[in-house]
């Protein structure tokens, strides 16, 4: 998300309107879900270090809690977990929430695609695969989320500063 630094001494603002930044903010909170825990670390410590906040689940029961509370920007998804899997996940949380999910599998049937993608998932990554690939994967689903305004907040910030530029004396 866009966000405007703007110098503590408003009156600035005005006069020299060069002092407004504007850059990326990323910070989207993401939720793992997978059961095999080399694998959670592995993609949690990658996002992180492109400025995600992760959360990590082991099972569909406890992603369910998780994504209630914590409210992620997008869920990452295995399918096959103990306890309640990731399809079973899909169709009880789609009936609650619109949160964008990206299944993350070793299942690479066709019919498995289709099935997942028609439950509600938003993307299907099959294993092994690009943490990279990953990352511009969950960016291109989070752009195209309501829960990312990315056009919107760009748009408005270049306004702001037109604005504020015309205002200069």
């Known amino acids: 998300m866009f966000i405007l630094e703007i110098d503590k001494n408003i009156r600035e603002l005005f006069w020299d309107p060069s002092i407004i930044i504007i850059g990326l903010m990323n910070n989207k909170q993401i939720l793992i879900v997978d059961d095999k825990f080399s694998v959670t ?3 949690s ?10 959360l990590i689940a082991h099972n569909g ?21 103990p306890k ?3 399809m079973a996940f899909i169709e009880t949380f789609r009936e609650e929430s619109n949160i964008p999910i990206i299944l993350l599998t070793a299942k690479i049937e066709e019919t498995d695609k289709v099935y997942g993608l ?8 099959t294993k092994p695969f690009s943490l990279a690939e990953l990352v511009a994967r969950i960016q291109a689903v989070l752009r195209r989320s309501d829960r990312y305004p990315f056009q919107v907040t760009c748009s408005l910030l270049i306004i ?8 200069r004396l």
Do not use: Q
């Open 41 to 43: 670390r592995m993609i």
């Open 45 to 54: 410590e990658y996002l992180d270090s492109k400025d995600f906040r992760t």
């Open 61 to 81: 029961v406890v992603a369910l809690t998780e994504a209630r509370i914590h409210k992620p920007d997008l869920i990452l998804l295995d399918i096959m977990m």
């Open 84 to 86: 309640m899997d990731g």
């Open 118 to 125: 028609g439950l509600g998932a938003d993307d299907y990554v």
């Open 160 to 167: 702001l500063k037109y604005f504020l530029t015309s205002m």
